[in-house]
């Protein structure tokens, strides 16, 4: 039998490492049943060279995850296990990820390419927060007590753990999506087979390990690398699997919603694709609404559902604006993850690299003006610098089509009435932000704007103890905050008679 982990070495720390490759069923590392010769081959998007190959999951290893699964959910955690208990593995599991940041940082830029120090500071220290937050809800999961007839009757409710899940993750946040989807459901008392994404497995095999040290039972948490096609369908339309989690791609989840329908009409969380607008009204603090503009599209290399890819700006300041934002984009260095100087890296592949491009050379073909970019890089990696278009329309393809690259589309309005209305024109609905000073203004806009999160005067920023998520096709349920806790408990209601006495026949 091949090996199950594999040696890689850091170069840029010289840490040599071993990392798992196998599926990681009943907190063992095992080989495919079926198809142990079938593997996902890695590369690193900011050399194009190979880093690992891992096992690629079946659709029979997704059912044998899926019983490991059920038979945790009913012996060793659900009803089984207080809250208390879920509190103490969930911190424990956040102080092992505390105490390896830098190696799941190092991971991290090696598969995905993002910076090392903004997967440790920012994607590794906010997921730590969110086991612990999530932690922090275990013990404190409760129902009401409903007065019914007080000398006859009452009735309860009980928030029970739904079940067995099946978590889709994507490839822009490996590990940040990861504590999304495990922290509440394991918060609840829910077992989960996980599969993140082809394209940056590796981190989520690293927790994995994590699990098993922080003493979680065999089979509450699984992960099984897998293509979308295989893993991701299978887990869609498996008949024990109680609720499906998936981030991605809208024509993804419009899959996942239909299968899960023709299966056994599992609950369902979506989290979408969008197309977000930032408006900035002629009152705004300039200097602050480009560098939140630049965040908000060039953060991860544009690599983000949230990507403010849409700039509206007042006519009256417009020029101006435009003239200090390309000035502040152009101090964004997008290199190396390694390179302490970057603060982004490449997009994570060469299928992204390539769809990103076709945007840029289509929004060029149809007659936006480029003020920022548009030129490729000669050498090895994926990397795309950011791309300023002005003098655009509604009916451009890099205004309507979410592109996940560090593409910015900037057009104007003259009035607020107008801003909502070009802001709304979309079929996504995720995330908005506005920029003002008028505090009236704030707030008529920031109600009118057809988006699950909307920023004012900042842009990108999220926490653990608030709900995020869409509307329109960006989505169905929420993250994050105690919201998160509905998507992974089911409400039951008991009716408790004590003193009524039934005549019968009736």
Request: one cysteine or more; charged letters at 20%; a negative charge.
């Amino acid at each position: 039998m091949a090996s199950l982990s594999t040696r890689i070495v850091i170069r840029a720390t010289n840490r040599e490492l071993e990392i798992p490759t196998g599926l990681f069923i009943n907190n063992e590392f095992v080989p495919s049943a079926d198809s142990p010769n079938d593997l996902i081959h890695l590369v690193n998007p900011a050399t194009e060279e190979p880093i690992c190959s891992v096992v690629a999951g079946s659709v029979k290893d997704i059912d044998i995850a899926v019983a490991a699964a059920r038979k945790a959910f009913d012996t060793t955690w659900g009803k089984n296990v207080t809250g208390f208990e879920r509190s103490r593995l969930l911190n424990k599991l956040a102080d092992l990820m505390e105490r390896d940041q830098d190696i799941l940082a190092e991971v991290e830029s090696l598969n995905n390419g993002k910076p090392f120090k903004i997967a440790r500071d920012f994607d590794i220290g906010d997921s730590i927060q969110c086991l612990r937050y999530y932690a922090g809800w275990a013990d404190k999961i409760t129902g009401q007590t409903i007065e019914v007839d007080n000398k006859t009757k009452l009735a309860f409710t009980r928030h029970d753990p739904i079940g067995v899940c099946g978590q889709i993750i994507p490839w822009n946040y490996p590990i940040n999506m990861w504590a999304w989807k495990v922290a509440p459901a394991l918060a609840c008392g829910c077992t989960i087979v996980m599969k993140p994404s082809e394209l940056t497995p590796l981190t989520a095999l690293i927790l994995s390990k994590l699990i098993a040290e922080a003493g979680f039972p065999p089979g509450v948490v699984n992960t099984i690398p897998s293509l979308g096609s295989v893993g991701g369908a299978a887990l869609s339309m498996h008949m024990d699997v109680n609720k499906v989690a998936f981030t991605g791609s809208t024509v993804t989840g419009r899959k996942v919603m239909e299968a899960a329908a023709k299966s056994n009409l599992k609950k369902v969380s979506l989290e979408l694709g969008g197309k977000s607008p930032q408006l900035v009204f002629e009152s705004a603090d300039l200097e602050q609404a480009a560098n939140w503009a630049c965040l908000g599209i060039l953060y991860n290399t544009g690599q983000d559902c949230t990507a403010g890819s849409r700039l509206y700006v007042q006519d009256t300041i417009y020029d101006k604006f435009v003239s200090l934002l390309v000035s502040k984009a152009k101090e964004l260095v997008i290199g190396d993850g390694f390179d302490e100087k970057s603060g982004a890296g490449p997009v994570v592949s060469k299928t992204q690299f390539d769809k990103v491009w076709r945007y840029i050379e289509n929004g060029q073909a149809q007659g936006a003006k480029v003020v920022l970019g548009g030129q490729k890089r000669p050498g090895k990696g994926f990397f795309v610098d950011p791309t300023i278009f002005t003098d655009i329309n509604a009916n451009m393809n890099i205004v309507r089509d979410e592109i996940f690259g560090p593409v910015l589309a900037v057009g104007r309005f003259k009035t607020e009435e107008e801003a909502i209305s070009l802001a709304n024109d979309t079929s996504y609905g995720l995330g908005a932000g506005l920029h003002s000073n008028d505090a009236n203004q704030c707030m008529r806009v920031s109600s009118a704007l057809e988006a699950g999160t909307v920023w004012v005067n900042q842009y990108n920023l999220l926490n653990n103890n608030v709900p995020f998520g869409g509307k329109k096709q960006s989505g169905i349920g929420r993250e994050l905050g105690s919201y998160a806790l509905e998507e992974y408990t089911s409400v039951k209601a008991v009716h408790w008679n004590f003193g009524e006495k039934l005549d019968w026949p009736l």
